[in-house]
Nanobody, 124 residues
């Protein structure tokens, strides 16, 4: 059974950093792409980044967020991390990881497997 579990969210001050982790089980990252999305209250779910089965990464962030998100994976631990730097209040959202076979897609509706999400709140 495929399972994804996010962790690492929390309350952070503007300008701070967080490292979110997506721990996967029931499948291997050699065969699946993992994407990070986020959803703020009242807004549509939006893509952040994705890493394919062959370790190619794709950045889906908007211009205002460029350069602040870095995705990486650890095949031995079966985890995909999202490093977020210089956090801003507009980054406040629930962050989700999702899995799809081999390739990355920006459309969240393509993904069939999701974690439960982890809350990130940026506030002073």
């Amino acid at each position: 059974q495929l399972q994804l579990v996010e962790s690492g969210g929390g309350l952070v001050q503007p300008g701070g950093s967080l490292r979110l982790s997506c721990s996967v089980s029931g499948f291997t990252l050699d065969d699946w792409a993992i994407a990070w999305f986020r959803q703020a209250p009242g807004k549509e779910r939006e893509g952040i980044s994705c890493i394919s089965n062959r370790s190619g990464s794709v950045d889906y962030t908007r211009r205002s967020a460029k350069g602040r998100f870095t995705i990486s994976r650890d095949l031995a631990k079966n985890t995909v991390d999202l490093q977020i730097n210089n956090l801003k209040p507009e980054d406040t959202a629930v962050y989700y990881c999702a899995a799809e076979r081999t390739l990355c897609y920006s459309d969240y509706e393509v993904y069939d497997h999701w974690g439960q999400g982890t809350q990130v709140t940026v506030s002073s």
